[in-house]
Structures are given as structure tokens and as C-alpha cells.
């Protein structure tokens, strides 16, 4: 899987691509586009696609799920701070240490929609 960002002038464009054959990167599976702001700082753009990757998997041997969710209990700590609360989300998952996006994709379709 690949995360593609586009920072332009007036837009900043993100794309997911799957996971394709035999370690290959795979088809773009998702885009999302977001206005290009000077003033807008590296931690409100963090903010801003945090949720793409708040995924923790029951079974990770990598990042233990109960690390996993102590720190997320501190990024949202900060989605607090900049009044964006809603933005964060975390799910777990019966599975070992991988990405799966089945919520963390739409959650950002969703937000990002939406003028986020």
C-alpha cells in the first residue's frame, strides 16, 4: 500500500493505492483533495490526516494494542486542543500488524468531504 501527497500551490491532492501482486504497489483506490493553506501549521495538517492511521491490530507483535491505545488517547489530547475532537478515531481489529483501511478510509472520505 501507498500513501501519495501532492502538495500544489491551491491544493494539497492525497491518493491511496492498494496493495497489488507480488509486492507491487496496486491500483489507486482512493484520492482526496484539500486546500493548500500557508498559514496552516505541519500539526493541524497532521491533525488533519491523523485518521488514516488509527488503525491497532489485536494480534500486533510490533505495537501492542494496549501501547497502541495509550497513545492514542494522547494524539486525541490534541485533536481536542485544535477543536477537531470528531476527527479522531480508533478501531481495533482481530488482526496481526497491518493496515486494513476498511474504516479508516471512509472516515477520511467522510471528513475530508465535508471541507475538513
Avoid: C
Wanted: proline share 3%; no cysteine; net charge neutral.
Amino acid at each position: 500500500m501507498l500513501l501519495a501527497i501532492d502538495v500544489g500551490n491551491t491544493d494539497t491532492k492525497l491518493g491511496f493505492f492498494g496493495r497489488g501482486e507480488r509486492g507491487k504497489v496496486g491500483e489507486l483506490e482512493h484520492t482526496w483533495r484539500v486546500t493548500t493553506s500557508r498559514r496552516r501549521t505541519s500539526d493541524e495538517y497532521g491533525v488533519l490526516f491523523r485518521a488514516l492511521f488509527s488503525e491497532a491490530g489485536q494480534r500486533d507483535k510490533i505495537f501492542p494494542l494496549a501501547a497502541s491505545q495509550e497513545s492514542f488517547r494522547r494524539v486525541q489530547q490534541v485533536y481536542q486542543v485544535f477543536g477537531a475532537a470528531n476527527m479522531a478515531e480508533q478501531k481495533t481489529y482481530d488482526m496481526p500488524h497491518e493496515f486494513s483501511g476498511v474504516d479508516g478510509i471512509p472516515f477520511m472520505a467522510r471528513h475530508l468531504a465535508n471541507g475538513a
